[in-house]
């Protein structure tokens, strides 16, 4: 059974960083990707960036790139989505999915299969 469970969440400083850790377990894909979601209570579910394994490729929405960087550590099954200069919009429930895949990955909900229960981060203005 694939499982996904993130990690990390908690209340953060205008301006400061936090790191969110996406555990993956039963995943037994050759290839697979990895998404990033954010959503904030009583809006649409949002998604900043992804990462293929094993090639690591990954992609990042235009409107997050200063901000946002996701990592991997394959031995550990882990995903990592390290946020910097968080601002208050920066609050929200942050989620995980995996999905096995082919080619380039894309933060699009549709395409993943496995989703995590969430983390949430709020940013204390």
């Known amino acids: 059974e694939v499982q996904l469970v993130e990690s990390g969440g908690g209340l953060v400083q205008t301006g400061g960083s936090l790191r969110l850790s996406c555990s993956l377990s039963?995943?037994?894909?050759?290839?697979?990707?990895v998404g990033w979601f954010r959503q904030v209570p009583g809006k649409e579910r949002e998604g900043l960036g992804c990462?293929?394994?094993?090639?690591?490729?990954?992609y990042i929405k235009d409107s997050w790139k200063d901000r946002v960087t996701i990592t991997s550590d394959e031995a550990k099954k882990t995903i990592y989505l390290q946020m910097n200069n968080l601002k208050h919009g920066g609050t929200a429930d942050y989620f995980c999915?995996?999905?096995w895949g082919s080619g380039p990955c894309r933060p699009l909900e549709q395409q993943y299969d496995y989703g995590g229960q969430g983390t949430q981060v709020t940013v204390n203005s």
């Open positions: 999915a995996t999905s």
């Open positions: 039963g995943v037994t894909f050759d290839e697979y990707a």
């Open positions: 990462i293929k394994s094993p090639d690591s490729h990954r």
